[in-house]
């Protein structure tokens, strides 16, 4: 077999071996016993000809994959996973989950979450992903979500709303500043902002508390 036809027949086991997968590394081509230098030409031209995705440097997905992911009507599912995948831990949180009910009057573009790690921005062919840090023992009050095998890490309500300040407290130093975040507060339920006041109470600092004051104002 010369050269190009064991490059064309490489290239062929490879999309065999990760059509039906959410996403890959390199690593996990092993089971090929292909070494990592030639299964990184192999993905590259892979990736020219629109037949593999790069979501970041070392991570994939198939082009086949994502059609099937788009027939099933499974897209917004499968983003809101791959957020989980591409910087983890974290879980999707801020605008992302307060625009999803209504709570923001302005629409944001992307995904926003947060994390236990360092602040982080990563843009590829899916969309652009933001993940903010935030200190370990807040590092709560999501939920794990499953559609169509896909765990999806999403933050409730009130912890969003909590997020959402939080980030934003050295910035809010008086009602007009909060005003001007147009809150809709009437979709924020009873139970949703008593967990927002909970964690409040978790974080413990006096601007916090101002910022619910704010709110009530």
């Known amino acids: 077999m010369s050269t190009r036809e064991n490059h064309i027949s490489k290239a062929a086991e490879v999309r065999e071996l990760v059509r039906d997968l959410p996403y890959f590394t390199v690593q996990g081509l092993a089971p090929l ?45 499968y983003l809101e996973f791959i957020s989980g995948v591409l910087y983890s831990p974290s879980y999707l949180s801020l605008e992302y989950v307060l625009n999803e009910n209504n709570i923001l009057s302005e629409s944001s573009f992307g995904f926003s979450a947060m994390s236990s790690n ?13 993940y903010h840090s935030i200190k370990e023992e807040l590092f709560a009050g999501f939920k794990v979500e499953v559609k169509s095998g896909l765990f999806i890490y999403k933050a409730t309500v009130g912890k969003a709303l909590f997020d959402f300040l ?45 910022i619910t004051k704010f709110y009530a104002g």
Do not use: C, P
């Open 166 to 210: 939080y980030l934003r407290k050295n910035h809010l130093i008086n009602q007009d500043h909060f005003n001007s975040l147009r809150i809709n507060k009437d979709q924020v339920g009873e139970k949703d902002f008593q967990e927002f006041e909970r964690y409040v109470e978790l974080e413990g600092s006096k601007k916090m508390q101002e």
């Open 33 to 77: 016993n292909v070494k990592e230098y030639y299964l990184k030409i192999i993905l590259s031209r892979l990736k020219e000809r629109g037949e593999v995705v790069s979501l970041k440097r070392g991570l994939y997905v198939s082009s086949d994959y994502l059609e099937v992911i788009k027939r099933k009507n499974l897209w917004d599912q």
């Open 118 to 130: 360092k602040t982080k921005r990563l843009n590829n062919a899916l969309g652009q992903f933001h």
